[in-house]
């Protein structure tokens, strides 16, 4: 496991060695705060000293914006063939997919953490709960990783990154429609209300509104990470088939 | 040191390699030869465990890369088809970080590999350059390098002399010669002069068979007075 390391230091820093990592980052942060105070965000409107209106786009924005970082973990690699030369270094392959999608994890947690600035705007402007913050904060990380994962995996299938792009957006934004709940009144009209839930608990947004209240539930814990553990583990099955 | 019994490689219901055996020594330059899509490189993938085989071992240094790929991986060094590397990096990151993943961890060790290789391979004047700005010959080096960082037992290369000049050519297979003592070496190449050059032993495959399987000079007097693509060209056709 020491190997994972370099490579996860060889990935971390190859997104600051193109502009991608700062288009990224400015693009994350420009369209998170704007959403927020936007008229559907209602910061200011809410009169409360909370990110709850910033944290609520979450699940959208990444919906499109993690594909945008795992999309090339892996098809890059393919394409352009340095998958042969990393897999022929002394490495495993689940070395390999967790020195990735670490590196991945670490940069989208940067992302998350960069938008400080606006808790401490709502610390400026009233006195907000710093558990609350502290446990959105945790949530949207868990949750970024789970979208990586599903990421990772669809990045690994192709060597096309438009195509992984478009996969990994499609399976994202399922587990997102899953639970709203319009989706889940039709789901509820031709299936049992028992198998309607069940499926409504596979939804990102089900697991992350949890945190955005303060409440750390190790259940919603547990989901992203064995969502993660499940997609990193097809994605060793898929590079190793 | 380098032990191949009986690969077989099938896509779909066409043989990519069918049934190749052989065995590489120390000290052993072999030329791997065949036309295009005869299976070499395809051989070459499953003796460094980057596909794996339908039928058949592969060992280096007497382990079965289908039961210890890493420890294969760590006694190869591996050069693949057209020299892969990630071309945001430079070339001194690129070696710094290969060094790391085959073990020098220490900065000063790391250091002499990287200096070394650079040397080896005449690379000093664009260790700062991004891969992606170097020419193909230049590329084509630092693929070299990194094959030979941790100084391997066996050392497998994949058309090395590929979109070389005759100056760069004639570089690399001085380099190959001057460290084949100690090493057991295969290398492909469509290049038939090359094989003769520097190669101790040549095997013709076509098909996925081997075909031919002798020294050079024993190649050559199959049809005295032929030249060696007349030979090739009868053997593969």
Known sequence: MSQIRPLFKREFLGYFRSPVAYVFLIAFLLISVSLAFSRYGNFFKAGTASLETYFLFFPWLFMFIVPAVGMRLWSEEKRSGTVELLLTLPVTTLEAVLGKFLAGWAFLTLAVLLSFPMALTVAFLGDPDWGIIASTYLGAILMAGAYLGICALTSALTKNQVISFILSLAACAMLVFLGLSSFTTTLESFLPVGIADVVSNFSFVTHFDAFTKGIVDPKDVAFFLSLIGFTLFLNVVALER | ?237
């Open chain 2, 1 to 237: 040191m380098i032990e191949v019994k009986g690969l077989v490689k099938t896509y779909g219901n066409k043989h990519a390699v069918d049934g190749i055996t052989f065995t590489v020594k120390r000290g052993e330059i072999l030329g791997f030869l065949g036309p295009n899509g005869a299976g070499k490189s395809t051989t070459m993938k499953m003796i460094t465990g980057f596909i794996r085989p339908d039928a058949g071992t592969a060992t280096v240094g007497g382990i079965d890369v289908a039961v210890d790929p890493v420890g294969v991986k760590r006694q190869l060094g591996y050069l693949p088809e057209s020299a892969p590397a990630y071309p945001e990096m430079t070339v001194e990151e690129f070696l710094r970080f290969i060094a790391e993943i085959r073990g020098f961890r220490e900065t000063s060790e790391k250091r002499a590999r990287v200096e070394h290789v650079l040397g080896l391979t005449h690379l000093a004047s664009v260790r700062t350059q991004t891969i992606e700005t170097l020419s193909k010959g230049y590329k084509q080096r630092v693929g070299f390098a990194q094959a030979l960082i941790h100084n391997p037992p066996a050392l497998v290369l994949d058309e090395p002399t590929d979109g070389l000049d005759p100056n760069q050519k004639n570089e690399v297979r001085t380099l190959i010669r001057n460290m084949a003592a100690e090493k057991a070496v295969i290398l492909s190449t469509h290049i038939l002069e090359e094989v003769e050059a520097i190669c101790t032993r040549v095997i013709i495959i076509a098909s996925g068979r081997i075909v031919a399987d002798e020294t050079p000079s024993a190649l050559r007097a199959r049809q005295p007075g032929a030249r060696l693509d007349e030979i090739f060209r009868a053997l593969t056709t």
